[in-house]
């Protein structure tokens, strides 16, 4: 079936410093997402995405996150400074059309904010 | 929140038993989406129930929804090992542009 590609799988880095997390969605897609995942606890919605903009975000999308998908390559998360509490799972999804129909994620990417 | 009762539950049972897990929510959805989350894997969809469907089934699979208490749930029959995961369900906004995940149930099939 249809795969989100998500690169990388793991990510460690020093608080402070910028993270680009990316996202492959399904390729004839048009609304991408990003959810944040505490291991243990519930998917939280950060961002969804749609014709080059962002359309909804939780107060969990702090000012220090940003998402893009220039010229249809990957769809980024973006972290500019991190913090600990930044460290989960990220997850990314892709719909073909909005939020009441099938989302497709990819696997994750572990970020460690030391 | 689009979240009433919390329905966060861990569920322990043997190979071949049938499991019913139920979610609730507090407005209105369109559909009710079941999501499966394998160790170490995002979510995927295993069941979705429109508005208008009292019932829903796929394979070992069963859903229903009753729109007039906000209710959902799933339930597995003849369960296997390979279906140990935590089980989210999730509804939508009215303005469709998102879904709203619940806090899941972590199934463990003992084989």
């Known amino acids: 079936g249809p795969k989100v590609l998500q690169i990388p799988s793991h990510q460690i880095i020093d608080m402070g410093q910028m993270v680009t997390l990316n996202c492959d969605p399904v390729?004839?897609?048009?609304?991408f997402y990003w959810y944040k995942q505490i291991l243990g606890q519930q998917m939280e919605f950060l961002v969804n995405f749609y014709n080059g903009k962002v359309m909804e975000k939780s107060k969990l999308f702090k000012d220090q996150f940003s998402v893009e998908r220039p010229d249809g390559s990957y769809f980024t998360l973006k972290i500019q400074p991190t913090a600990l509490e930044d460290s989960a799972v990220y997850f990314c999804?892709?719909?073909?059309?909005?939020?009441?129909?099938?989302?497709?994620f990819g696997p994750g990417t572990r970020l460690t904010v030391l | 929140s689009q979240w009433g009762e919390e329905n966060l539950q861990a569920l322990s049972i043997q190979e071949g038993e049938d499991v019913t897990m139920n979610c609730s929510y507090k407005?209105?959805?369109?559909?009710v989406q079941w999501y499966r989350q394998k160790s170490g894997k995002g979510p995927a969809l295993i069941i979705l129930?429109?508005?208008?469907?009292r019932e829903k089934r796929s394979g070992r699979l069963r859903a229903t929804l009753d729109t007039s208490s906000q209710s959902s749930s799933l339930s597995i029959t003849g369960t296997l090992a390979t279906d140990t995961a935590v089980y989210f369900c999730a509804t939508d906004d009215s303005n469709n542009n998102r879904i709203f995940f619940g806090d899941g149930t972590q199934l463990v099939v003992k084989p």
């Open positions: 407005t209105y959805t369109t559909v």
């Open positions: 999804a892709s719909s073909f059309t909005g939020g009441n129909y099938e989302q497709y």
């Open positions: 129930i429109r508005s208008n469907e």
């Open positions: 390729s004839n897609h048009l609304y």
